[in-house]
């Protein structure tokens, strides 16, 4: 077994190295030495989490010629780190059936270790050391690979989050070369070149909607926006024919097709070259004008943060198809790139230099308590429990601003399952209840009150108003949370008070509460940190499920938040 002062220089060094490193293959690689010479391991290997499946992303001591297969996340020694997010470790792997080689070796596998890449409280990936010898890697050596595996988990996401911000650095190019001279005819096809570049698309077009055809008709830009010459413009499409840019085009909302296999209806229309897409609508005043198409001949090629970047370009292009007259609207447009370029701005500093960094104090943290309470350090461990909650809140407030984002940007979806709101009630208040024991919380209802609706959304919801109401009532106040079901002639409704025997809210700020970033006067919020956030987005997701949601409250009384939603579910649009 090493010395620990061997392993903790090893560790120093990795994390030099990635200090001075950008490239991941060349950050990954000296991670994997040095794991490899930790553990007296022949190999070493990363898969990360994609597409539903383990891929390799780098190894060390891999057999020459061995295949570079994948896994399922439930098959292989990898799969089972995941799944548990755990370190596992098998004495003798070529005995057990399930722990099957991924990569052809030829060759008898021994000893294995498998440590999960943990990274913001979720697994991305497994990091596994291997030799031929039977036996067990165990003991402070199996730590130090954890601690490795933090690092790799780090690099990786350093990695990803640098392309995003060069992604988004070509992004605001594009938008700065968004102009409100000339005619569209001589400012689109430069700006479908722009677009080509800086999303890495072979095929970027505008299609216009020929109303007496009720047709859409291809304005023409694909042939300047492939280089390659395999981009197969969409000349004519009915509007009869569907598929997902029709589909953009009569609904107003975009669409994202990751796998055009999966939509087979798209897959005829567009042709064997196409695995991706992206289609969003044109409009002017009001009114549907056309659809900006880009398609990409590999899938999974588009992310939303391109959806919500295309969006603002799709409004840009609108301005030029309606505008006769630019010079008159030059400077409205020069407001909004302003306006899209400093949204864009914002989100990639909340993203890159205030999540990553919190982040990474969090799975600090996290392998520091750990350690603490596998020592027994108890004033240890209750320290560093309170950074990890700390860093947890200051994520919260950052996903906040992100949902606010995802909100203005039209990309705040809902995953629809069907659920007892009262069972996703108590258990939000039993998990409140252990980390405010000061006060009491009660749940009160007649029966199961069973809804169509997004859980995770409205756990949001449930916490969220629960959480104020306990901040703005006195040590031992009670917060009472009551459901019932109300059947109407437009079928079932839930209703929900969340209730407080707080200081209530004054009627001048009754009218703002929900609004975004109000916080009331210096009586309400002095001494709350917050963003004044929380009601707005929880207001907004009970709207989205076709619901709504009011305050009733009396300076001295407390205060009772409702909403009320439908049972069967949001409203098709």
């Known amino acids: 077994m090493l010395e620990k002062m061997t392993a903790a220089e090893a560790v120093r060094e990795v994390i030099a190295e990635l200090r001075a490193r950008r490239d991941l293959a060349q950050a990954l690689g000296a991670i994997l030495v040095r794991a490899r010479g930790l553990l007296g391991a022949d190999e070493a290997y990363i898969m990360l989490v994609q597409g539903g499946r383990l891929r390799l992303l780098a190894a060390e001591g891999l057999p020459a010629g061995a295949a570079a297969g994948s896994l399922g996340l439930d098959e292989g020694i990898e799969g089972l780190a995941v799944a548990r997010g755990e370190l596992v470790t098998v004495p003798e792997a070529s005995h057990q059936p399930r722990f099957r080689d991924p990569f052809a070796r030829g060759r008898a596998v021994g000893a294995m270790a498998a440590v999960p890449l943990l990274f913001s409280g979720r697994v991305t990936g497994v990091i596994v050391v291997a030799r031929q010898e039977p036996g067990q890697f165990g003991g402070s050596n199996v730590w130090w690979l954890d601690v490795l595996g933090a690092l790799a988990g780090l690099a990786i996401e350093d990695d990803r989050m640098h392309r995003l911000s060069e992604r988004r650095a070509r992004q605001a190019e594009v938008l700065s070369q968004i102009s409100a001279q000339g005619k569209p005819e001589s400012a689109l096809p ?218 203005e940007a039209g990309l705040f979806s809902l995953e629809i399952s069907r659920f007892d709101l009262v069972g996703l009630a108590g258990r939000v208040a039993e998990e409140t209840q252990a980390t405010a024991p000061q006060h009491r919380l009660n749940v009160q209802a007649e029966g199961e009150v069973i809804v169509s609706a997004d859980r995770r959304r409205l756990e949001e919801v449930l916490q969220n108003l629960v959480d104020n109401s306990i901040k703005y009532s006195p040590a031992g106040g009670a917060v009472e949370v009551a459901l019932k079901l109300v059947q109407g002639p437009d079928g079932g409704k839930a209703v929900v008070a969340v209730r407080d025997r707080g200081q209530g809210v004054a009627a001048e700020d009754q009218k703002h509460v929900f609004e975004r970033f109000y916080q009331g006067g210096d009586h309400l919020h002095r001494g709350r940190a917050g963003l004044g956030l929380g009601l707005y987005i929880s207001r907004e997701i009970v709207r989205r499920h076709g619901g709504v949601m009011w305050l009733e409250s009396k300076p001295g009384e407390g205060s009772t938040f409702y909403f009320s939603l439908p049972t069967s579910g949001p409203a098709e649009e």
């Open 190 to 407: 430069p700006l479908a070149q722009a677009l080509a570049v800086a999303l890495d698309v072979p095929q970027v077009d505008l299609m216009l909607v020929d109303a007496p055809h009720d047709e859409l008709v291809t304005y023409g830009l694909a042939q300047r926006a492939a280089d390659d010459g395999n981009a197969r413009p969409l000349e004519r499409l009915p509007l009869a024919a569907g598929g997902p840019v029709v589909r953009a085009f009569s609904s107003g909302l975009p669409q994202l097709v990751n796998n055009l296999a999966d939509d087979p209806e798209g897959a005829r229309l567009l042709g064997e070259g196409v695995r991706s897409l992206i289609a969003v609508p044109i409009q002017t005043g009001g009114e549907a004008r056309g659809v900006l198409y880009l398609a990409h001949d590999r899938p999974a090629a588009f992310s939303e943060d391109d959806l919500a970047f295309l969006a603002i370009v799709a409004a840009r292009v609108g301005a030029l198809v309606e505008s006769q007259d630019l010079r008159q609207h030059q400077l409205q447009l020069q407001k909004m790139t302003a306006e899209a370029q400093a949204r864009q701005e914002f989100v990639g500093i909340v993203s890159h230099e205030l999540k990553t960094p919190v982040a990474v104090i969090q799975a600090y943290t996290d392998l520091l308590l750990r350690r603490a309470e596998r020592g027994g350090e108890d004033a240890n461990t209750d320290v560093v429990r309170r950074i990890s909650e700390q860093a947890e809140r200051m994520l919260a407030l950052i996903e906040q601003l992100l949902d606010l984002q995802r909100l």
